[in-house]
Structure formats: structure tokens, C-alpha cells
């Protein structure tokens, strides 16, 4: 329940992220979640000084 609203409002899913990250590049350190779920946010919603600030839809 709790991943399927995570998805709905659009927040992936930490330890799936974890599982893919150690079977398809066991020889690197995937992020932390924090730094994952920030990761994420800016990736939707822009944000960052590349993207030139915030960005919805």
C-alpha cells in the first residue's frame, strides 16, 4: 500500500532503487535516501541552478 501511494504522488521507491542499483552496478555506492528523495524532487520539479529554478508540469 504504502509503495503504490508513494508512485501515485510520485515518489519512487527507495529500495527498489537499492535492489537495481546492486544487481546492475555492485561496484558503486548508490545514494543515500536522502540524497536520493532530493534527487528525485529536482529531477521532477526542477530546482536547480542548471534547470534555471523551479519547473512544474
Request: charged content about 25%; glycine content about 10%; some cysteine.
Amino acid at each position: 500500500m504504502r509503495q503504490t501511494a508513494s508512485l501515485m504522488i510520485g515518489q519512487p521507491d527507495y529500495e527498489t532503487y537499492v535492489a537495481h542499483w546492486k544487481q546492475f552496478h555492485p561496484d558503486e555506492t548508490p545514494m543515500n535516501r536522502t540524497e536520493f528523495f532530493r534527487n528525485r524532487e529536482e529531477r521532477r520539479y526542477g530546482g536547480g541552478v542548471s534547470t534555471g529554478g523551479f519547473r512544474c508540469c
